[in-house]
């Protein structure tokens, strides 16, 4: 059978093994086709081929509900379950997400992008089936670095006390997007070892029946054990050992760089387009690892996400235990930040602005209530980072600026980005985030000699009259575009790089009043409770009029960067023709 045929999981009922072992080779190789000409998740999917194939096979979607932590597993899944042209032909490559997305297919339950939700979520679909009195199986699928978040145990402890059917698929293949961190997979480790053997068992001890698949990219061995826990009445672990990569030798040999991959040349498995010259998050690695150098107490800690922010593993063995992965854990790395600097340390937590998004709680309670001063650099929190609505960094500024005690800098360059790093590396005075520009990489040459520790101080760095363009971090730029345009109407205006997004500089803004009648704030983010409304509140009183530019609060999925800010009025023309009409 032709892969692009199959529309739905019934098209694969009666396949014979060998049948079933074809297809699942031909949803291999349009995975292998689609990622190196597209980029993509590309090692869990390969690897998880089979176990999907046999799921599909064995059980009735979506009568039966499967639900995909991450979902980074789940491009097979698409692929019978009625989508496998957007697998197969380049021109509908982007009619899929990366991820589950109920909008494409009563076959995905939920939007999931994050990790260690899976248990949770199907945890809530069992026990609504329970309340219903129906009697579909629901199965969770997470990986073993999925497993070191704590709602993955969250849920499991739920689960295991469910009376009812619950199958809940651990799909090991001793890999997170790096290595994996962190106690449980030593028992892991033994359990792999030992086929499942080990009285080191922490399913067991959760009291959760438990059923280890030593092989679990062999299709027949899979087909068999799902057969046989469906319809169970009792929640059961599958513990299943899969290869990352599987297929494609050099992603079996190379997980890390072939977790997800940009476009790649299939015979090497070289990057078609390398990234060359220097980097922000490359520059922070580089610091940072001088500083590990020069000061014991210096500490680079990381939630699983090493790549993002320049820790190669050749690095992060020199850095030792100076380089901390608690695992996909992000609760866990901001509390504990907290802990190392209220002992002396000095803590600096790498983060995708996305997955900060996953502790709130011990921002607030743990570390600035406590105000301690540990260090978060924030990566991708830009309308330029990442896309997927799972994914969305741009939430950041109305998130964080809301906490007190928190110092919140946005650099517009390589030279602020480091003095504000090494300002809030070597403070003790207060917990210090800093929101890692996005974009080409700006360096003026020129030290930046800031005194840092005067919160909320702006900087004019342009001066003219009538009308004030503040640009917070990387919509600076933007800014000064402006002023560029509207210089050519005859209009100076004034161009203020904030630095703080954390407060004002109510002197500033004060002193704006005399020459100005017209504000305009920009910031590279949601507009509602974010910074530029807090510069509006200042001037409520008075004559100054302000207009906040920005995005609107909306889950915006895959996205053109360009367009969306044209859609909210943000680009540098609307911004001109704005000044004119309100101007003159």
């Not at 248990?119 to 679909?125: E, F, H, P, Q, R």
């Not at 609504?128 to 670095?145: F, H, P, S, T, V």
């Not at 939430?395 to 906490?403: A, C, K, Q, W």
């Not at 109510?506 to 305009?520: D, I």
Request: glycine share 8%; with cysteine.
């Amino acid at each position: 059978m032709k892969l692009i045929d199959v529309k739905s999981p019934a098209d694969i009922k009666n396949l014979s093994l060998e049948e079933l072992k074809d297809l699942t080779a031909q949803a291999r190789q349009a995975l292998m086709t689609k990622v190196s000409e597209h980029g993509g998740h590309f090692g869990p999917p390969m690897g998880a081929a089979d176990m999907i194939v046999a799921l599909h096979y064995v059980f009735n979607s979506p009568v039966d509900k499967i639900v995909y932590d991450v979902s980074h597993q789940s491009y097979v899944h698409k692929m019978l379950t009625g989508r496998a042209l957007a697998f197969l032909d380049h021109h509908h490559y982007d009619d899929v997400t990366g991820y589950t997305d109920p909008n494409e297919s009563e076959h995905d339950f939920f939007n999931i992008g994050h990790t260690s939700t899976s248990m949770s979520l199907a945890s809530g679909l069992a026990t609504a089936r329970d309340l219903k009195g129906d009697k579909e199986n629901i199965i969770a699928i997470i990986g073993d670095g999925s497993l070191s978040g704590g709602e993955a145990f969250e849920g499991l402890d739920y689960i295991a006390t469910l009376p009812s059917n619950f199958i809940a698929i651990l799909n090991d293949n001793d890999q997170s997007i790096a290595e994996n961190h962190g106690g449980i997979y030593k028992g892991l480790r033994e359990l792999r070892e030992t086929n499942g053997e080990s009285p080191n068992n922490l399913f067991k001890a959760m009291g959760l029946d438990y059923r280890f698949v030593a092989d679990g990219n062999d299709l027949e061995t899979l087909i068999n054990v799902f057969k046989d826990v469906k319809d169970i009445d009792h929640p059961i672990v599958l513990h299943i050992v899969t290869q990352k990569g599987k297929g494609y030798k050099i992603a079996e040999e190379n997980k890390e760089p072939f977790h997800w991959s940009m476009p790649f040349d299939l015979e090497t498995g070289k990057l078609k387009e390398e990234e060359v010259g220097p980097s922000y998050s490359g520059k922070l690695a580089e610091y940072l690892m001088e500083q590990i150098k020069a000061d014991p107490t210096v500490v680079a800690i990381n939630a699983g996400t090493p790549g993002a922010f320049g820790f190669g593993p050749e690095w992060r063995k020199e850095a030792g235990r100076q380089y901390i992965d608690v695992g996909i854990a992000e609760e866990h790395a901001v509390a504990m930040s907290s802990g190392i600097a209220k002992n002396g340390g000095k803590p600096v937590f790498n983060v995708m602005s996305t997955f900060l998004q996953r502790t709130y709680d011990q921002l607030v309670q743990d570390l600035c209530v406590n105000n301690n001063s540990a260090v978060i650099l924030n990566h991708y929190a830009s309308v330029y980072g990442l896309n997927d609505v799972t994914h969305l960094g741009f939430f950041d500024i109305p998130m964080l600026t809301n906490i007190p005690n928190l110092v919140y800098l946005a650099p517009t360059n390589y030279e602020e980005l480091m003095a504000m790093t090494h300002y809030a590396v070597h403070q003790n005075e207060h917990p210090v985030a800093i929101r890692v520009p996005v974009g080409p990489f700006i360096s003026t040459g020129i030290e930046d000699t800031t005194d840092y520790s005067q919160i909320n101080k702006s900087e004019i760095t342009r001066n003219g009259s009538t009308i004030a363009l503040l640009g917070l971090g990387n919509f600076w730029h933007m800014a000064n575009e402006v002023a560029d345009e509207l210089a050519k109407q005859g209009i100076e205006a004034t161009v203020v790089n904030p630095k703080f997004a954390s407060g004002i500089d109510k002197e500033l803004l004060e002193s704006l009043k005399a020459n100005h009648s017209v504000v305009f704030t920009l910031e590279d983010g949601v507009i509602e409770g974010g910074w530029g409304e807090r510069v509006a509140s200042f001037y409520g009183p008075s004559d100054v009029k302000v207009k906040n530019y920005g995005i609107a609060k909306e889950f915006h999925d895959r996205y053109d960067a360009a367009e969306l800010l044209k859609e909210n009025g943000t680009s540098v023309e609307q911004i001109v023709a704005d000044a004119l009409h309100l101007v003159k």
